[in-house]
């Protein structure tokens, strides 16, 4: 804008990390803020805006910008490694990033802060170097945030006993199968350790840090964080339509890299089917089961007395049992994407068997769904942990001498969760926090207003 023109309301440009699990929660926190005035405008790399398509209602919130990753074909399988991605990443990233900054500038339209995903911190350099407001957002929750942090700091005690108790600040008691997997498993891909831990390298130059999570979610750890850096949990970050419903048009879930040949098939299937009687299964856009693994949950989903509805990606299918599908035609339903939100969102769904992926398991407690968490990696172990002793949501299941989570095993669980009362209650009780949480004047309403006005102070 013109200086003449400028309003108080600020210019705030978002920048995730590229794919789809942190794409979307900026995307929805750009609607929040956007709601309550601000300009926003979210730059996705420019291979993963040619893979997209984005509602209506979306645009009418929300421009969108692209930045180079480096590989403007085809994104992350275009790269050799995770090492050479990252790095392709950061250096391609930083060039067109300052190249959009100073192309807003001279139409006008100068960006006044730049909201990064913290997988990204020299996006915080480039905002520097031009003088911008920036704020940190942290897509994990205030838990993992703060054992990276402490890891980064050199202060994490990881004991050589696994069956030792670790005792962290503001957490439940923990062993090490219970931190995030790149710390339980020593030399697991070095690369995603290093860019988890590299989130701290200059944060403390950022005005404000960011986390997608809510106040009373947990309370004890978001307060030790916010006694180091000037923490705002700014969530749940997912449409309004599940929540307050007080942003306009804000039902579409947001960008989805995978689509389903019939997007209401899920829609249809759930309901003809009592309340609570769907066991919905899903383990995310990355985790790769092996085939035992896939068997043991075939059989134990055909031997349940439940509906399920199983997320199967095509490159898993042939995975499955000979005749799975047809063999469970009366009781499944086989996809290979489902809009997760609109399945969580239904009466017909008992419980949620999922990876504990952070977005599945705060869309889950925000909509009071039981849970049984199978974690694959990263910050999953550590969010099961959360789900099962912490908010007492739901069962994590035992793996094998193996290293397989068997059938018996898969069945124990997801018959207790969806029989227990108190797990319910507590479910319910969660996504009623949750909607105090970002109604108008709840706690992450409040810090978005804060954090709003920061920024307008300097504009």
Request: charged share 20%; hydrophobic share 40%.
């Amino acid at each position: 804008m013109a200086e003449e023109n400028r309003t108080s309301k600020p210019y705030i440009l978002t920048l995730p990390y590229p794919s789809q699990g942190h794409i979307n929660p900026l995307l929805h926190l750009s609607k929040r803020l956007a709601s309550k005035g601000a300009k926003t405008t979210l730059a996705t790399t420019v291979f993963i805006a040619k893979s997209f398509t984005v509602c209506p209602a979306t645009n009418s919130l929300v421009q969108f910008d692209t930045i180079s990753d480096g590989f403007d074909d085809g994104g992350f399988s275009q790269a050799e490694s995770i090492e050479s991605y990252l790095s392709h990443l950061q250096a391609a990233g930083s060039k067109s990033l300052a190249e959009l900054i100073q192309r807003h500038k001279r139409s006008g339209h100068p960006i006044d802060c730049i909201v990064y995903d913290a997988f990204l911190p020299w996006a915080l350099n480039v905002a520097k170097a031009f003088g911008l407001r920036c704020a940190a957002f942290f897509t994990q929750p205030c838990a993992v945030n703060y054992i990276y942090y402490l890891a980064y700091n050199g202060v994490l005690v990881v004991p050589g006993d696994s069956s030792s108790l670790m005792k962290i600040p503001g957490m439940p008691e923990m062993v090490v199968s219970d931190m995030p997997s790149f710390i339980a498993v020593s030399g697991s891909y070095s690369a995603y350790f290093e860019l988890v831990l590299n989130q701290f390298c200059n944060v403390e130059k950022a005005d404000a840090i960011l986390v997608n999570s809510f106040q009373q979610l947990e309370p004890q750890v978001i307060d030790i964080m916010s006694g180091i850096y000037p923490t705002l949990t700014i969530g749940p970050t997912i449409p309004s339509k599940y929540l307050d419903k007080q942003v306009s048009g804000d039902d579409d879930y947001g960008l989805n890299l995978f689509s389903a040949s019939d997007p209401n098939i899920c829609a249809d299937w759930l309901s003809t089917k009592p309340k609570g009687s769907v066991i919905y299964v899903s383990f995310g856009s990355m985790a790769v089961l092996g085939e035992e693994q896939m068997y043991e949950i075939a059989f134990a989903l055909k031997s349940l007395d439940c509906y399920f509805l199983w997320v199967v990606r095509e490159c898993e299918q042939p995975k499955l049992p000979s005749n799975f599908a047809n063999d469970t035609s009366s009781k499944g339903l086989l996809v290979s994407w489902c809009p997760q939100l609109e399945v969580l969102a239904s009466e017909a769904v008992g419980c949620f068997f999922t990876h504990c992926g952070w977005n599945s398991t705060v869309e889950a407690l925000s909509l009071g769904v039981v849970m049984v968490g199978m974690p694959q990696w990263t910050d999953q172990p550590t969010n099961a942990k959360l789900v099962e002793d912490f908010w007492k949501v739901g069962k994590r299941v035992k793996v094998d001498e193996n290293g397989v989570v068997g059938r018996e095993e898969i069945e124990f669980c997801i018959k207790e969760v969806m029989e227990r009362k108190d797990l319910k209650k507590n479910a319910l009780k969660c996504r009623e926090l949750a909607k105090e949480a970002v109604c108008e004047g709840g706690s992450s309403d409040r810090n978005i207003d804060q954090f709003i006005s920061k920024i307008s102070s300097a504009v």
